[in-house]
């Protein structure tokens, strides 16, 4: 099994930026696509992005296009979520996942870690 604790969450300003990682215990994570989520008050969680257990193919919710990156390594068994130009409305608990292929839907991955809050405050 897969055990994923995510840090690196806080307040920051809108236009600022923050870097979310993701540590993986495991013997397996290297064979793991792993994704990110988030889900802010009063909303379903969505999908935020997605990245290949070798890290060659991602995928990007269209809202965080241009803005956020996934990125993950591992031999340090991290997976990463670099986000830039933050907007109020990224508020939420943002939550890494592991699961056996890349996908868009939460029921694609296994495993989750317990989320980390970003607030982003105009």
């Known amino acids: 099994q897969v055990q994923l604790v995510e840090s690196g969450g806080g307040l920051v300003q809108a236009g600022g930026s923050l870097r979310l990682s993701c540590a993986a215990s495991?013997?397996?994570?290297?064979?793991?696509?792993m994704g990110w989520f988030r889900q802010a008050p009063g909303k379903e969680r969505e999908f935020v992005a997605a990245i290949t257990w070798s890290g060659g193919g991602t995928l990007y919710a269209d809202s965080v296009k241009g803005r956020f990156s996934i990125s993950r390594d591992n031999a340090k068994r991290t997976v990463y979520l670099q986000m830039n130009s933050l907007k109020a409305e990224d508020t939420a608990v943002y939550y890494c996942?592991?699961?056996?292929?890349?996908?868009?839907?939460?029921?694609?991955?296994?495993?989750w870690g317990q989320g980390t809050q970003v607030t982003v405050s105009s």
């Open positions: 495991g013997r397996t994570f290297g064979s793991y696509a």
């Open positions: 996942a592991a699961g056996p292929r890349i996908g868009v839907r939460d029921n694609t991955y296994g495993y």
